[in-house]
Protein backbone atom coordinates (compact mmCIF):
# COMPACT_ATOMS: atom_id res chain seq x y z
CA UNK A 1 0.00 0.00 0.00
CA UNK A 2 1.67 3.58 -1.34
CA UNK A 3 0.02 6.33 0.49
CA UNK A 4 -1.60 8.86 -1.69
CA UNK A 5 -2.19 12.32 0.67
CA UNK A 6 -5.84 12.36 -1.51
CA UNK A 7 -6.61 9.82 0.04
CA UNK A 8 -9.47 11.02 3.00
CA UNK A 9 -11.97 7.78 2.98
CA UNK A 10 -11.57 3.89 3.18
CA UNK A 11 -14.28 1.23 1.52
CA UNK A 12 -15.21 -2.05 1.57
CA UNK A 13 -14.62 -4.01 -1.50
CA UNK A 14 -15.03 -7.39 -1.90
CA UNK A 15 -14.06 -8.53 1.66
CA UNK A 16 -10.93 -6.28 1.09
CA UNK A 17 -10.60 -2.31 1.58
CA UNK A 18 -9.74 0.41 -1.07
CA UNK A 19 -9.65 4.00 -0.63
CA UNK A 20 -10.64 7.30 -2.35
CA UNK A 21 -10.77 10.86 -2.35
CA UNK A 22 -14.27 12.39 -1.07
CA UNK A 23 -15.79 15.45 -1.68
CA UNK A 24 -18.68 17.09 -0.34
CA UNK A 25 -20.73 20.00 -1.28
CA UNK A 26 -20.57 23.03 0.95
CA UNK A 27 -24.58 22.76 1.77
CA UNK A 28 -23.30 18.88 3.52
CA UNK A 29 -25.40 16.63 1.06
CA UNK A 30 -26.24 16.22 -2.13
CA UNK A 31 -26.78 13.64 -5.17
CA UNK A 32 -23.81 10.65 -5.46
CA UNK A 33 -21.06 10.70 -8.25
CA UNK A 34 -18.03 8.26 -9.00
CA UNK A 35 -15.40 10.03 -10.32
CA UNK A 36 -12.78 7.75 -12.06
CA UNK A 37 -9.11 8.21 -12.50
CA UNK A 38 -6.97 9.18 -15.77
CA UNK A 39 -3.89 5.92 -16.58
CA UNK A 40 -2.07 8.63 -14.16
CA UNK A 41 -3.80 7.55 -10.58
CA UNK A 42 -5.76 9.71 -7.90
CA UNK A 43 -3.84 12.98 -8.97
CA UNK A 44 -4.27 16.19 -8.64
CA UNK A 45 -6.94 16.73 -11.79
CA UNK A 46 -8.92 14.24 -10.46
CA UNK A 47 -9.05 15.33 -6.87
CA UNK A 48 -9.66 18.68 -8.36
CA UNK A 49 -13.02 17.22 -10.90
CA UNK A 50 -14.10 15.73 -7.47
CA UNK A 51 -13.94 19.43 -5.87
CA UNK A 52 -15.54 20.90 -8.92
CA UNK A 53 -18.92 18.13 -8.79
CA UNK A 54 -18.84 19.07 -5.09
CA UNK A 55 -18.80 22.75 -6.10
CA UNK A 56 -21.87 21.84 -8.04
CA UNK A 57 -23.87 20.45 -5.30
CA UNK A 58 -22.73 16.75 -5.86
CA UNK A 59 -21.06 14.40 -3.14
CA UNK A 60 -17.95 13.10 -4.91
CA UNK A 61 -15.97 9.63 -4.33
CA UNK A 62 -12.87 9.00 -6.61
CA UNK A 63 -11.62 5.24 -5.72
CA UNK A 64 -7.86 4.78 -5.56
CA UNK A 65 -7.47 2.19 -8.40
CA UNK A 66 -3.78 2.31 -7.87
CA UNK A 67 -3.49 2.11 -4.36
CA UNK A 68 -1.67 5.02 -3.94
CA UNK A 69 0.64 5.55 -6.90
CA UNK A 70 0.56 8.40 -9.10
CA UNK A 71 2.41 8.13 -12.50
CA UNK A 72 4.86 10.63 -13.80
CA UNK A 73 5.00 10.16 -17.57
CA UNK A 74 3.64 8.10 -20.31
CA UNK A 75 5.61 5.19 -19.44
CA UNK A 76 5.04 4.60 -16.20
CA UNK A 77 1.23 5.28 -16.51
CA UNK A 78 0.68 2.86 -19.15
CA UNK A 79 3.14 -0.02 -17.15
CA UNK A 80 0.53 0.69 -14.03
CA UNK A 81 -2.61 0.67 -16.16
CA UNK A 82 -1.25 -2.46 -18.18
CA UNK A 83 -0.54 -4.10 -14.71
CA UNK A 84 -4.64 -3.13 -12.84
CA UNK A 85 -6.33 -6.22 -12.53
CA UNK A 86 -9.52 -5.40 -14.37
CA UNK A 87 -11.89 -7.58 -12.03
CA UNK A 88 -9.70 -5.92 -9.36
CA UNK A 89 -10.95 -2.27 -10.03
CA UNK A 90 -14.43 -3.10 -10.85
CA UNK A 91 -14.94 -4.75 -7.63
CA UNK A 92 -13.43 -1.08 -6.57
CA UNK A 93 -15.64 0.42 -8.59
CA UNK A 94 -18.36 -0.88 -7.33
CA UNK A 95 -17.91 -1.06 -3.43
CA UNK A 96 -17.67 2.87 -4.47
CA UNK A 97 -21.22 2.66 -5.67
CA UNK A 98 -22.25 1.30 -2.67
CA UNK A 99 -20.37 3.22 -0.59
CA UNK A 100 -21.82 6.20 -1.82
CA UNK A 101 -25.23 4.70 -1.73
CA UNK A 102 -24.90 4.41 2.02
CA UNK A 103 -23.70 7.60 3.10
CA UNK A 104 -26.22 9.73 5.06
CA UNK A 105 -24.91 12.88 2.91
CA UNK A 106 -25.90 11.34 -0.27
CA UNK A 107 -29.63 12.26 -1.38
CA UNK A 108 -30.00 10.16 -4.68
CA UNK A 109 -31.57 7.07 -5.22
CA UNK A 110 -28.68 5.88 -7.89
CA UNK A 111 -25.12 7.14 -8.57
CA UNK A 112 -23.63 9.36 -11.97
CA UNK A 113 -20.26 8.22 -13.01
CA UNK A 114 -17.90 10.41 -14.72
CA UNK A 115 -14.46 9.40 -16.24
CA UNK A 116 -11.59 10.26 -18.36
CA UNK A 117 -9.27 8.08 -20.48
CA UNK A 118 -8.90 4.91 -18.65
CA UNK A 119 -11.59 6.01 -16.18
CA UNK A 120 -13.94 6.58 -19.16
CA UNK A 121 -13.80 3.16 -20.34
CA UNK A 122 -14.27 1.91 -16.88
CA UNK A 123 -17.42 4.38 -16.31
CA UNK A 124 -18.97 1.86 -19.14
CA UNK A 125 -18.13 -1.35 -17.69
CA UNK A 126 -19.33 0.12 -14.12
CA UNK A 127 -22.86 1.24 -15.62
CA UNK A 128 -22.80 -2.09 -17.19
CA UNK A 129 -22.15 -3.97 -13.88
CA UNK A 130 -24.05 -2.10 -11.97
CA UNK A 131 -27.59 -1.47 -13.89
CA UNK A 132 -30.06 0.72 -12.14
CA UNK A 133 -27.26 1.50 -9.44
CA UNK A 134 -25.55 3.92 -11.76
CA UNK A 135 -28.60 6.35 -13.47
CA UNK A 136 -25.92 8.76 -15.76
CA UNK A 137 -22.93 7.45 -17.32
CA UNK A 138 -20.09 10.04 -18.46
CA UNK A 139 -17.06 8.33 -20.38
CA UNK A 140 -14.41 11.31 -21.50
CA UNK A 141 -12.59 9.21 -24.82
CA UNK A 142 -12.42 6.65 -22.85
CA UNK A 143 -9.96 3.32 -23.15
CA UNK A 144 -8.43 0.20 -22.25
CA UNK A 145 -9.62 -2.85 -20.55
CA UNK A 146 -12.04 -1.07 -18.41
CA UNK A 147 -14.82 -1.58 -21.45
CA UNK A 148 -16.77 -3.80 -21.49
CA UNK A 149 -17.63 -6.83 -24.65
CA UNK A 150 -20.70 -6.23 -24.11
CA UNK A 151 -23.39 -3.35 -23.15
CA UNK A 152 -26.51 -4.63 -22.16
CA UNK A 153 -26.27 -4.37 -18.72
CA UNK A 154 -26.46 -0.80 -19.20
CA UNK A 155 -29.50 1.44 -17.88
CA UNK A 156 -28.04 4.55 -17.19
CA UNK A 157 -28.10 7.50 -19.64
CA UNK A 158 -25.01 7.95 -21.49
CA UNK A 159 -23.23 10.92 -22.40
CA UNK A 160 -20.05 10.74 -23.92
CA UNK A 161 -17.26 13.35 -24.99
CA UNK A 162 -14.74 11.83 -27.24
CA UNK A 163 -11.83 13.58 -29.39
CA UNK A 164 -12.07 13.82 -33.26
CA UNK A 165 -8.17 13.37 -33.24
CA UNK A 166 -7.33 11.11 -30.81
CA UNK A 167 -4.34 8.94 -31.49
CA UNK A 168 -5.32 6.27 -28.58
CA UNK A 169 -8.94 6.25 -29.53
CA UNK A 170 -10.01 6.76 -33.55
CA UNK A 171 -13.19 8.69 -33.87
CA UNK A 172 -14.19 5.96 -36.23
CA UNK A 173 -13.63 3.87 -32.90
CA UNK A 174 -15.85 6.20 -30.66
CA UNK A 175 -18.56 6.11 -33.19
CA UNK A 176 -19.09 2.27 -33.40
CA UNK A 177 -19.02 2.46 -29.83
CA UNK A 178 -21.68 4.91 -29.42
CA UNK A 179 -24.06 3.00 -32.11
CA UNK A 180 -23.25 -0.49 -30.06
CA UNK A 181 -24.06 1.09 -26.82
CA UNK A 182 -27.36 2.21 -28.63
CA UNK A 183 -27.97 -1.12 -29.95
CA UNK A 184 -26.83 -3.29 -27.23
CA UNK A 185 -28.88 -1.77 -24.26
CA UNK A 186 -31.41 0.24 -25.58
CA UNK A 187 -30.37 2.86 -23.19
CA UNK A 188 -30.42 6.96 -24.06
CA UNK A 189 -27.16 7.55 -25.62
CA UNK A 190 -25.67 10.66 -27.01
CA UNK A 191 -21.56 11.20 -27.59
CA UNK A 192 -20.03 14.87 -28.67
CA UNK A 193 -17.29 14.81 -30.86
CA UNK A 194 -14.71 17.65 -30.15
CA UNK A 195 -11.59 19.10 -32.66
CA UNK A 196 -9.12 18.02 -30.15
CA UNK A 197 -6.69 15.49 -29.02
CA UNK A 198 -7.15 12.86 -26.62
CA UNK A 199 -7.24 14.15 -22.72
CA UNK A 200 -8.48 17.35 -23.75
CA UNK A 201 -10.30 18.17 -20.91
CA UNK A 202 -6.96 17.63 -18.27
CA UNK A 203 -5.74 21.25 -18.31
CA UNK A 204 -2.50 19.62 -16.66
CA UNK A 205 -2.31 17.04 -18.93
CA UNK A 206 1.45 15.97 -19.68
CA UNK A 207 0.21 15.43 -23.43
CA UNK A 208 0.16 19.02 -23.92
CA UNK A 209 -3.56 18.33 -25.36
CA UNK A 210 -5.78 20.60 -23.45
CA UNK A 211 -7.86 22.39 -24.98
CA UNK A 212 -9.66 25.18 -22.94
CA UNK A 213 -12.72 25.97 -24.89
CA UNK A 214 -13.61 21.99 -25.47
CA UNK A 215 -12.97 21.52 -22.20
CA UNK A 216 -15.13 24.27 -21.04
CA UNK A 217 -18.07 23.06 -23.05
CA UNK A 218 -17.62 19.62 -22.17
CA UNK A 219 -17.74 20.17 -18.56
CA UNK A 220 -20.84 22.08 -18.83
CA UNK A 221 -22.87 19.62 -20.66
CA UNK A 222 -21.45 16.75 -17.96
CA UNK A 223 -22.95 18.80 -15.34
CA UNK A 224 -26.07 19.78 -16.41
CA UNK A 225 -26.48 15.89 -17.56
CA UNK A 226 -25.31 15.08 -14.21
CA UNK A 227 -27.67 17.13 -12.41
CA UNK A 228 -30.73 16.12 -14.77
CA UNK A 229 -30.34 12.18 -14.38
CA UNK A 230 -29.07 12.08 -10.86
CA UNK A 231 -31.45 12.08 -8.30
Not at 167 to 193: C, H, L, M, W
Request: proline letters at 4%; glycine letters at 12%.
Amino acid sequence: MVDNPRQNVTFPSNGNEAHGYLATPASGSGPGVIVIQEWWGLDDHIAGIADRLAGEGFVALAPDLYGGKVAHDTEEAGSYMGELPVDRAVRDLGGAVDYLLAQDAVTSAAVGAIGFCMGGGFVLGLAAQEGEKVSAAVPFYGVGSGIPDSFKGITAKVQGHYAEKDDFYPVEQAKAQEAQIRDESGAEVEFFYYPAGHAFHNDLDKLGTYNEQCATTAWARAVDFLKANVH
